[in-house]
């Protein structure tokens, strides 16, 4: 019989007990699970996009159809709607301008602010269009995005004016004017520099100012969303107008919450078509938690409209969307968001 040496004996126990300790010591703590986010929740809503007027509400609160009076011009632009989209059927462009602060000096909070304030900016002027302020957003974004220069945020004021100028141009009858926006601008700029200005955009974009938007996504779903509804309970506007106005209120609603979320830089990171279309699903169910009266089956037509339209990352957006909706909203933001002449 052989016995081991007994200090080597002691010395492999030796070893294990550091090794034990060692390990302890080493292996890190496994991280804590963050609680997952319930962005059905509707507590803590710093901003609250759902305004409605007193007739507005007493439309979401009625169930009944009671068929209103239409004039004949809204009669009609709503069937020649109806049969364009029958001729014209449309898909969404997934675009996104993600990283289009990356290669500048140009803060988040910069670029926050000169967007409110271009919002603010054209809800002084009665001309201006819905989608102006959208379409400003998309040249701002891709231009910072393609041009190779550093930029500052000493350039962001001459950039937004410019951007502001190119998107009413495109969108508005009666476009805001060079003067309008030099005088606007305090006059840190003159004429010349302003269309120097526009120029230097313009070759970077390559002359492509009709940039896809947030808001020609959403306006496409929520026309979209209207046709396929009234198409499934086979009526009209005049049949059933406390439908129609029910709609218009949802996207009166959307269109405020779209106009929040579209100032942060962080929204980049989705596709346009992902943000539109959370900001109307977001604004059905938060309807739905106020108790208000909504047409059926409107969320299964939305979610078969994501479907056909290939609309990802759609759980993460509305997660984010639910945060932003918790932020504190800065004076400007108030000013501007307070601005609801909607036109649909």
């Known amino acids: ?35 997952s986010v319930n962005y059905m929740d509707i507590h803590n809503f710093k901003f609250e996009w759902i305004c409605l007027d007193d007739f507005e509400l007493e439309i979401m609160y009625q169930i009944d159809c009671n ?76 231009f910072l995005q393609q041009y190779p220069y550093s930029l500052s945020n000493q350039e962001l004021l001459s950039i937004g004016i410019s951007c502001l100028s190119l998107a009413s141009k495109q969108k508005d009858i009666y476009c805001l004017t060079a003067s309008q926006l030099v005088q606007i601008s305090g006059e840190i700029m003159t004429e010349d520099q302003l269309a120097k200005c526009q120029f230097q955009i313009l070759q970077t974009l390559q002359y492509q100012i009709e940039i896809p938007n947030y808001f020609k996504n959403f306006d496409y779903i929520m026309r979209d969303l209207e046709f396929r509804y ?28 779209l106009r929040y979320v579209t100032q942060y830089y962080d929204t980049t990171i989705f596709y346009q078509s992902t943000i539109a279309y959370c900001c109307i699903y977001y604004t059905i169910k938060r309807m739905e938690l106020l108790k208000f009266r909504q047409l059926d089956d409107l969320t299964k037509i939305l979610m078969s409209i994501q479907i056909e339209q290939n609309i990802v990352n759609t759980e993460i957006a509305l997660k984010y969307i639910y945060r932003l909706c918790q932020n504190d909203l800065t004076q400007t933001q108030s000013e501007f968001l307070s601005q609801t002449d909607f036109k649909y």
């Open 67 to 142: 068929p209103l009076q239409y004039s004949k011009n809204e009669q009609m632009q709503w069937f020649q709607n109806y049969h364009l989209h029958l001729s014209y059927p449309l898909k969404l462009d997934h675009i996104n301008t993600q990283e289009s602060l990356k290669h500048h000096s140009i803060c988040e909070f910069g670029r926050n602010k000169i967007i409110c304030w271009i919002g603010q900016v054209l809800g002084s002027f009665e001309s201006t269009s819905n989608e102006t302020y959208f379409l400003a957003i998309s040249i701002f974004d891709k």
């Open 1 to 35: 019989m052989q016995f081991s040496d007994i200090t080597n004996l002691e010395n492999s126990s030796h070893n294990l007990k550091t090794k034990s300790q060692v390990s302890q010591k080493t292996i890190p703590a496994s991280p804590k699970k963050k609680p």
């Open 230 to 257: 009234f198409q499934l309970m086979s009526s009209n506007i005049v049949k059933n107008s406390l439908m129609k106005m029910k709609i218009s209120a949802i996207y009166k609603c959307t269109l405020n919450l």
